[in-house]
């Protein structure tokens, strides 16, 4: 039961571009949603996470875009950069809970 | 601060042979995880333990069993290890109910 759905599966952007991956939700009692960032033999980080108290959250060149009535929350890198290559996940818990659901994960190369 | 410390970091194994996976954290968390990564299938919970002493059942549990040995040890056992068990493994911790979950950089097993 995927209850986290991802978008694309993987992603090509030339170098400046903005990169944008999606994801959607299906559990309305989720209240937390991260971003998680993996490179090749590493285990995931997080990168950034959003609360559904706010519609957007930036951090740098990362910003999360939340829409909680179309259950929605997608991740932009701006000013794409070749070290930002790399394999994005989204996730969504709920308060309180010790779990978290994982997207499909996004495999994102930025060209030079 | 070594984090998340998973062993060992490759193993290739035959099928019905058995093998422990061992996972250790200085965090001081009471939370740990193991997850198996698959090609377009995302991170899968396959058991937790929200406290030492406790362990739950995840989304994929089936072939596998753990042990919270102490707060910070949380190690992986496979019985009868199957080729549908090739993935990538890994393990994760979090302070009580406080994220995120920070990962180690996970253990490749590869079943003949």
């Known amino acids: 039961q995927q209850q986290v759905k991802q978008s694309p599966q993987s992603l090509i952007v030339q170098k400046g571009g903005i990169s944008i991956i999606n994801c959607a939700y299906e559990n309305t009692a989720f209240d937390y949603f991260p971003w998680y960032q993996q490179f090749p033999g590493k285990g995931p980080a997080l990168l950034i996470a959003?609360?559904?108290?706010?519609s957007e959250k930036k951090e740098g060149r990362f910003t999360i875009s939340f829409n909680k009535s179309a259950k929605q929350f997608s991740l932009h890198i701006m000013d794409s950069q070749p070290g930002d290559s790399a394999t994005y996940f989204c996730?969504?818990?709920?308060?309180?809970?010790?779990?978290?659901?994982f997207g499909q994960g996004t495999r994102l190369t930025i060209n030079p | 601060n070594a984090g998340v410390t998973q062993t060992p970091k490759f193993q290739v194994l035959k099928t019905g042979q058995s093998m422990t996976l061992q996972c250790a954290q200085d965090?001081?968390?009471?939370?740990m995880y193991w997850y198996r990564q698959d090609p377009g299938m995302g991170l899968r919970l396959i058991y937790y333990?929200?406290?030492?002493?406790?362990?739950d059942k995840g989304e994929v549990p089936n072939g596998y069993n753990v042990s919270r040995l102490n707060k910070r040890e949380f190690s992986l056992r496979l019985e009868s290890a199957a080729p549908s068990q090739t993935s990538v493994y890994f393990c994760a911790s979090m302070s009580h109910l406080e994220q995120p979950q920070h990962f180690g950089d996970g253990t490749r097993l590869s079943i003949l």
């Open positions: 333990s929200a406290s030492e002493g406790t362990t």
């Open positions: 959003i609360r559904p108290d706010v």
């Open positions: 996730a969504a818990s709920k308060h309180g809970a010790q779990k978290l659901v």
């Open positions: 965090m001081n968390h009471n939370s």
